[in-house]
């Protein structure tokens, strides 16, 4: 039996048989191979042989240069929740996301609702400053204010972090499209907050929210995206920069790429950015969960008063027959 018959034969995948996001690895970096799959397993072939991962278990699938995908390979990963994003030296560009992991919309309306209200939408972008500085009280600030502390807080961390390690700081230096062009560190922050992205863009599709609709960044299709991974970036992604930059200036990029992996599956990154998400998003007292089981595929309409009522009925007839 083919590939491709057997392929045609499997069901699609339901969030019963999936990996929860916050137990998934971090990302897996490719380069300079053909990826394609073997049954729900995604392998990377190269001149030394042929890598298998399983791809329910990835979280975000980093594709560098010289890499080959399939379509085999990107229907695998769409079917199982994974992030795709290709990478390299030009900065990241986000092709292709999977589907979410939930069958429930509830995330995504609770976002779209705190997004379209000017003061929520101000409440959640001074609880994001709140969780990143948790020594602050960002209560009463403006947004001009926000911005400017956050700022400061974060040449702050740049120069105690270069006090730290004992490397030289000029400042953040980076020209988009110009990798090599930075000095070690700043390559490695660069790296770093790459790597970061492709994280919570992940984590953000596979709850099912919507990248687009930030609270922080504004006007970009990721903006969601960049508020989530910068939740993280003077705790974990500059410190560990700076480390990887004193140990050397060889290979920075892909020695920070494998030293951010180790340190976000040493320290359960995943698990704590969905915790953060849900604490953003939802009611007070509702992060534990979504409202429904978020394996259960539950279509209702929207009724008057915010009420819902069955769907594949006619409202029409006073029976309300079922219509499919």
């Known amino acids: 039996m ?17 990996t929860r996001a916050g137990e998934r690895l971090s990302f897996v970096y490719l380069e300079r191979c053909t990826v394609h799959r073997d049954d729900n397993a995604i392998t ?96 009463g600030l403006t947004r001009h204010e926000l911005l400017g502390r956050e700022g400061t807080r ?18 953040r230096l980076y020209t988009p499209g110009d990798f090599a062009s930075g000095d070690a560190v700043n390559q490695g922050i660069t790296a770093a907050a790459q790597c970061m992205y492709g994280v919570a863009h992940a984590v953000v599709t596979s709850l099912g929210c919507s990248p687009g609709l930030g609270f922080v960044h504004s006007g970009h299709e990721l903006s969601f995206v960049l508020d989530i991974a910068d939740l993280y970036k003077t705790e974990i992604g500059i410190p560990l920069a ?47 969960g979504v409202g429904v089981r978020e394996d259960e595929d539950r279509v209702m309409l929207r009724g008057d008063g915010s009420r819902e009522v069955a769907s594949g009925r006619n409202h029409g007839d006073a029976d309300e027959a079922v219509i499919w």
């Open 2 to 18: 083919t590939a491709s018959h057997s392929v045609g034969k499997r069901a699609a995948l339901t969030p019963r048989h999936l």
């Open 44 to 139: 990377a072939d190269d001149a030394d042989g042929t890598l298998h991962l399983p791809s329910a278990t990835i979280g975000t699938l980093l594709l560098g240069p010289g890499t080959r995908i399939t379509h085999q390979a990107m229907s695998l990963l769409g079917e199982t929740g994974a992030g795709v994003v290709w990478v390299g030296e030009r900065g990241v560009r986000f092709y292709a996301s999977g589907r979410a992991l939930t069958r429930s919309s509830a995330l995504v309306e609770a976002q779209a609702a705190r997004w379209a209200n000017q003061r929520s939408r101000l409440a959640v972008a001074r609880e994001m400053y709140r969780l990143r500085f948790p020594d602050e009280d960002p209560a």
């Open 154 to 171: 974060v040449q702050k961390c740049y120069r105690a972090q270069a006090a730290r390690t004992g490397i030289r700081w000029l400042g």
């Open 242 to 288: 700076f480390d990887v930059a004193a140990e050397g200036e060889e290979d920075v990029g892909s020695r920070t790429r494998r030293a951010l992996r180790d340190r976000i599956n040493e320290t359960g990154l995943l698990d704590r950015c969905v915790t953060d998400i849900k604490r953003l998003l939802l009611p007070e007292g509702a992060a534990g």
